[in-house]
């Protein structure tokens, strides 16, 4: 069905591919997030093991807001695993039971998450004229930062 929302088919277009990226990012998030939850060793284990769960949960809610925003403006969310794979901007890494090491890679993955929603407000915005998504991108900046700050404080 035609989506006729106020905004032209060529930005809705271009909004959805760059919002498909963001799915990406959000579903390797996720699964890089549960492996850490799967695989914490050491003596605060269950507190690390606690606190990766609440945060691959709140990330399970991002990619599903992510992929029905897309579905709202009338484009298919890429979701299966050979789309996530082509399109995000994250890496996969190799399995780790290091603390440390896991707490900055997803801290790393955040920033880019960030780094680029931060784009993505000024470009729906001005470029494809929809202050609806750039307020979207806003949003789903707004989680991560918060995500990333929690992550930030067991790094200190």
């Known amino acids: 069905m035609k989506v006729n ?3 032209s088919a060529e930005n809705t277009k271009q909004i959805a591919l760059e919002l498909n990226k963001v799915l990406a990012d959000e579903l390797l998030i996720y699964a890089k997030t549960r492996n850490s939850h799967w695989n914490i060793e050491g003596t605060n284990f269950m507190e690390m093991h606690k606190f990766y769960e609440e945060q691959y949960e709140e990330l399970e809610e991002y990619g599903d807001e992510v992929a029905e925003y897309i ?10 695993y050979a789309d996530v794979l082509k399109l995000t901007n994250l890496l996969e890494s190799e399995y780790s039971n290091d603390q440390k090491k896991q707490l900055q890679e997803l801290l790393d993955d955040h920033e880019t998450i960030i780094r680029n929603l931060r784009r993505l407000i000024d470009e729906f915005d001005e470029k494809y004229k929809d202050k609806g998504a750039a307020d979207f991108a806003t949003q789903m900046m707004q989680k991560h930062l918060k995500l990333a700050w929690m992550i930030r404080s067991y790094l200190k």
């Open 5 to 7: 929302i106020g905004v």
């Open 71 to 80: 579905r709202s403006i009338g484009h298919y969310a890429e979701g299966r």
